[in-house]
């Protein structure tokens, strides 16, 4: 009964105090790695460009977008002075539109 009553004890105190030392999410990103938006911007692009599945200049490209459309840029990522990268989210009408259609994707500035 005592066994059991300490086992418990220290299985309840690990549990409680081990986590606090653990990363959130399991990983540790650097800082700099990522630049989040402080507030999403609403951009329409002024001319052609391709939406890239990540983003590297030889990643592979989604589909091309067409001067209007209307993006909402979630996430800047710069890989050098001239190699600017914006994670966007195209506006789209779910109801209307096909639900299966690529919404997400990189493209270069």
Do not use: H
Request: charged fraction near 20%.
């Amino acid at each position: 009964m005592i066994k059991n009553f300490i086992k418990n004890i220290c299985l309840i105190g690990f549990a409680l105090i081990a986590p606090i030392t653990l990363p959130a999410g399991g990983i540790q990103r650097n800082a700099n790695e990522y630049k989040i938006l402080d507030n999403s911007k609403e951009i329409i692009l002024n001319k052609n460009c391709s939406l890239y599945t990540f983003p590297e200049n030889n990643a592979k490209k989604l589909k091309i977008l067409n001067s209007g459309y209307s993006l909402t840029i979630l996430r800047k990522f710069v890989a050098n002075e001239k190699d600017i990268w914006f994670r966007v989210e195209l506006a789209t009408n779910r109801l209307i539109d096909n639900p299966t259609s690529i919404t997400r994707g990189w493209i270069r500035m």
